[in-house]
């Protein structure tokens, strides 16, 4: 296993680590201080290699492998979170399903808008009154020329203006199906949920169908299919989180540092402190860990293997490293790194929002012990 990056890799994620610092980071203010998202960082997102990196250059695409794209996502994920959460869904969770259980027409349909940041897609799997994403109480009942959706999701992240694509997965005689349903349309509406501790920007939504036509030729995959369709697309997905809490652990770890050389405690700068240091090491060696895990998870997908176990423990170790160092650099600040002068405190509360992200720590050690009891 090789994970030497290429001269074009790591070119790429320089060009992104200075975009999130010169170019997003200043335009994303409005998220945190007014829950909206600037016309202008939607207008520089379309313009830049941001949208279409991992989609087929037949639909539109850039074609990038998954290492090429999520060692990418890694920079990105040192910026605002709502930024990150729609690079990770829309270069990853949003157009595979498409890929691997659409028709050619459907494909055609929606991916190039994808692609260009044109159309967004949002995925409405969680319920109230489920458990978890997996139990599904949406009906779809059959009508003339297609079906009725009704069912209420939530938490579902999506961009109201921008979000043209919903997936939706209720139950039918043959089990739960996956629907493409087209946005605004007549039987789709939103409430806004109440507002999020982290990742904070534009709400996140309750997501209401009530008589909901969907014609017959949106359904995605086969009736009954649905539940291997919304499973399915999480495995790659899980990886992109776990870059995603690299990312983001490696910015609040640069941010410590920085902090520990300015910082002068009893005459001497907090760096020198041996007990200081020791963190710093834990950090970064936890950092490093998680890391490999998450690129053997992407460096196996590109190989065509199966990544069902690597991608769960990538998450799950992912997600408890950005938790520790979240901690641990926070403690390093000092009492003023819990104030907002500076941005670790938003980064903690950021960091938070990983366990939820494509499953649960618990949901992910069940997918784990699964495999490993085969
Ligand atoms: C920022 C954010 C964005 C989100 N975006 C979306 C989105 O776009 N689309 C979408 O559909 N959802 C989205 N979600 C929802 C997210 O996927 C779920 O919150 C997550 O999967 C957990 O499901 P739940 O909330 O139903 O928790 P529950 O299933 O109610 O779980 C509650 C607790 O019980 C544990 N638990 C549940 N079942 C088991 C079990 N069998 N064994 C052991 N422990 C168990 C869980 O691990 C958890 O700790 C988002 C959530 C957040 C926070």
């Given at each position: 296993?090789?994970?030497t990056l290429s001269e074009?890799t790591l070119e790429?994620?320089?060009?992104a680590r200075?975009?999130v610092e010169e170019?997003l ?5 409005p998220l ?6 600037p016309?202008e960082l939607?207008?520089?997102l379309?313009r830049?290699e941001?949208?279409?990196l ?5 639909y ?6 998954a290492v ?5 996502l890694e ?5 605002y979170?709502?930024?990150r959460m729609?690079?990770?869904t829309?270069n990853?969770?949003f157009?595979?399903p ?7 027409e459907?494909?055609?349909?929606y991916l190039?808008g994808?692609?260009?940041g ?8 969680t ?5 978890t994403g ?5 009906r ?7 079906y009725?959706?009704?069912?209420h999701k939530?938490?579902i992240?999506?961009?109201p203006?921008?979000t043209t694509?919903y997936?939706a997965f209720?139950?039918t ?6 629907f493409l349903v087209?946005?605004?349309t007549?039987g789709?509406?939103?409430?806004p949920?109440?507002k999020?501790?982290g990742c904070v920007?534009?709400?996140?939504y ?5 008589d ?14 649905g539940l291997e ?7 790659l997905?899980?990886t ?5 809490c690299?990312?983001l652990?490696?910015?609040m770890?640069?941010?410590?540092v920085?902090?520990a050389k ?6 001497k700068k ?11 090491a ?5 950092i490093e860990?998680?890391?490999l895990?998450?690129y053997k998870a992407a460096?196996k997908?590109?190989?065509g293997l199966d990544?069902?176990a690597d ?7 992912a997600e ?8 641990m ?12 002068a500076?941005p670790?405190?938003r980064h903690?509360?950021?960091?938070r929002?990983?366990h939820f ?5 618990e949901?992910?050690?069940l997918l784990?012990a699964?495999?490993l009891?085969?």
């Open positions: 296993m090789d994970f074009k790429r994620k320089a060009r200075q975009w170019v980071d200043p335009l994303c203010a945190e201080e007014e829950e909206r998202l016309k939607v207008a520089e379309r830049g941001f949208f279409g991992t989609i087929p250059p037949e539109g695409g850039h074609g990038w492998t090429e794209w999520l060692s990418v920079e990105l994920s040192r910026g979170a709502t930024v729609i690079a990770h829309m990853g969770l157009w595979r498409l890929e691997a259980f659409g028709t050619e459907q494909k055609r349909k190039p994808l692609a260009s044109e159309s967004w897609a949002a995925n409405s799997l319920e109230p009154e489920g458990g997996k139990d599904i109480n949406a779809a009942t059959k009508v003339e020329g297609g009725l959706l009704n069912g939530w938490l992240t999506t961009f203006g921008y694509l997936y209720a139950s005689e043959e089990g739960v199906t996956a087209d946005a605004p007549e789709l509406d939103l409430v949920m109440e999020m501790m920007g534009p709400r996140h309750n997501v209401l169908y009530r909901c036509f969907v014609p017959e030729k949106n359904i995605l995959g086969e009736k009954g299919q369709v919304a499973i399915g697309m999480l495995h997905s899980r992109s989180i776990a870059f995603g690299v990312g652990a490696q910015k770890l640069d941010l410590a920085a902090y300015k910082r002068s405690t009893f005459g907090i760096a020198t402190r041996q007990a200081v240091q020791a963190n710093i834990q950090m970064g060696t936890e860990a998680a890391r895990l998450a460096w997908f590109d190989q990544i069902v991608a769960a423990m990538a998450k799950l170790f408890q490293v950005v938790t520790r160092v979240a901690e650099a926070l403690r390093m600040h000092g009492g003023v790194g819990y104030t907002q500076y670790l405190e903690f509360r950021d960091a929002s990983f992200e494509e499953g649960t720590e949901i992910q050690k784990i699964r495999q009891l085969r």
